[in-house]
């Protein structure tokens, strides 16, 4: 398995070019099985996690062609596509649950693994069973499978999530797309990898509006051949943006809208960073002194991303004093803390609160990756440690960000993948 050496602490100078999004590229991969009409799409990040979804669409029977460099993808489901969707593939990736609003919309029947858990927690699909359930599918549980059928063509209908759920708000969306008759969506997740969805699906013809958190999706009978650029990747851009306020760096975010992350960053200008954004390039430019800053907390979009969580704590465990953070979306994101104590963090959990002190000076040791976002917060923190550090298991790191090692040597870190 591969790992990452890291000797530090780096200055962190120069430019960064985001990659497509993940999490914006999956659900669209995911809706291009609602499609008899070929599709491409553009911008396709090199992680794992899109070669694994499109290794689920070809074993669905999708004709997959990709571009030498795997950013495009030419999709063509022109003929009838099988509808299954296995353990081996789906317990490798969550996101495959995605496939189950457009299967079971386009070929009114499906079997599909549950996706079970993962480290940061139970990740149960009550609300998109239950949300498709009301679109007129109906499903059994059996071996660690859902079968689900409906009898024709799903029907519209007026649907209020319980809590604000994105995977739940995109699968429902997904099925919506070739109901009969509209469906009203309340209680939305607003992502913006959300927005990009919609975005993508009424290029293709679909008839998709937002209005705050509802959305309106009027049923179309078929969708037509489009073309498609994915957004940038939000958190590799809120991501490089911790690196330089962490590291007193001097960071241009290049082709990635900053407006998009206003939260974060107005965050980071709280911490002391200076930032001028325009909707082309964020300049980040680190603070001498970290400001330490009480009571931060994560929530659904628009708010401080969960996804952000782990690395604000790397830049916590530096400010000038004691400060705190609530995880709100996860019940079990503070897989981090654990190996940041290890590199000299003094963090203090009570219940889903982190406090924690700062001044901390990091000294380079051997940690243990876990998941995505964890495993890049230990990154965060070896590019400010004194001395070596050795980070194993960066298959995690793989799954969401293209090559980190190459875009963190080309701004200053002293980074080698040893395999
Ligand atoms: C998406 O996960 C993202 N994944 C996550 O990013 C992200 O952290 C999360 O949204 C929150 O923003 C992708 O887009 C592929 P949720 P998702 O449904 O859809 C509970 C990363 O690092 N819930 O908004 O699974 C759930 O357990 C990943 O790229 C239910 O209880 O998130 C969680 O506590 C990690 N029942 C909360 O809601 C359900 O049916 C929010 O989950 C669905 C969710």
């Given amino acids: 398995m591969d790992k990452f050496s890291i000797e530090g602490p780096s200055r962190i100078k120069g430019k960064v070019k985001i990659s497509g999004s993940k999490n914006s590229s999956l659900p669209i991969l995911a809706a291009t099985l609602l499609f008899n009409q070929p599709v491409i799409i553009k911008n396709l990040p090199k992680v794992e996690d899109i070669n694994t979804m499109i290794s689920l669409l070809r074993s669905l029977g999708s004709k997959v062609t990709l571009s030498s460099n795997r950013?495009?993808?030419?999709?063509?489901?022109?003929?009838?596509?099988?509808t299954f969707a296995s353990y081996s593939l789906v317990k490798t990736m969550r996101g495959s649950i995605l496939v189950l609003g457009p299967?079971?919309?386009?070929?009114?029947?499906?079997?599909?693994?549950?996706?079970?858990?993962?480290?940061?927690?139970?990740?149960?699909?009550?609300?998109?069973?239950?949300?498709?359930?009301?679109l007129g599918m109906k499903y059994i549980l059996k071996d660690g499978y859902i079968l689900?059928?409906?009898?024709?063509?799903?029907?519209?209908?007026?649907?209020?999530?319980?809590?604000?759920?994105?995977?739940?708000?995109?699968?429902?969306?997904?099925?919506?797309?070739?109901?009969?008759g509209t469906t009203v969506l309340k209680n939305c997740a607003t992502e913006p990898e959300i927005k990009d969805l919609t975005n993508f699906l009424n290029s293709a013809g679909a008839k998709i509006s937002w209005k705050g958190r509802v959305c309106k999706i009027i049923g179309v009978t078929s969708l037509n051949k489009t073309e498609y650029t994915v957004m940038a990747d939000r958190i590799e851009a809120g991501t490089f943006c911790v690196i330089a306020t962490v590291s007193r760096g001097n960071l241009d975010i290049v082709n990635f809208d900053g407006r998009i992350i206003k939260t974060e960053l107005d965050l980071?200008?709280?911490?002391?960073?200076?930032?001028?954004?325009?909707?082309?390039?964020?300049?980040?430019?680190?603070?001498e002194n970290i400001k330490s800053i009480k009571n931060i907390k994560t929530e659904e979009y628009p708010g401080v991303s969960t996804d952000m969580q782990s690395q604000l704590m790397v830049l916590m465990c530096k400010a000038n004093g004691k400060s705190s953070i609530t995880e709100n979306i996860f019940e079990n994101r503070f897989m981090h803390v654990a190996e940041l104590r290890r590199l000299g963090a003094k963090i203090n959990i009570v219940k889903n609160k982190a406090i924690v002190e700062g001044h901390t000076k990091f000294v380079g040791a051997e940690l243990m990756s876990s998941d995505l976002r964890a495993s890049v917060?230990?990154?965060?923190?070896?590019?400010?440690?004194?001395?070596k550090s050795v980070i194993n298991r960066i298959y995690h790191l793989d799954r969401g960000y293209e090559k980190i090692e190459n875009k963190l040597k080309k701004i200053g870190v002293k980074i080698k993948r040893l395999k």
């Avoid at 917060?377 to 001395?387: D, F, T």
């Fill in 268 to 287: 980071l200008k709280k911490f002391g960073a200076k930032i001028k954004v325009n909707k082309k390039k964020i300049s980040i430019k680190g603070p």
């Fill in 377 to 387: 917060s230990l990154v965060l923190a070896a590019i400010v440690s004194k001395g």
């Fill in 103 to 134: 299967l079971i919309a386009k070929y009114f029947k499906t079997k599909i693994s549950l996706p079970g858990g993962c480290l940061i927690g139970a990740r149960p699909i009550n609300y998109h069973l239950d949300a498709l359930k009301k």
């Fill in 71 to 82: 950013r495009i993808a030419k999709i063509d489901n022109q003929k009838k596509l099988k």
């Fill in 148 to 180: 689900a059928r409906s009898s024709g063509k799903l029907k519209g209908t007026i649907i209020k999530f319980p809590k604000i759920s994105v995977g739940a708000t995109e699968n429902s969306i997904l099925a919506a797309c070739l109901a009969n």
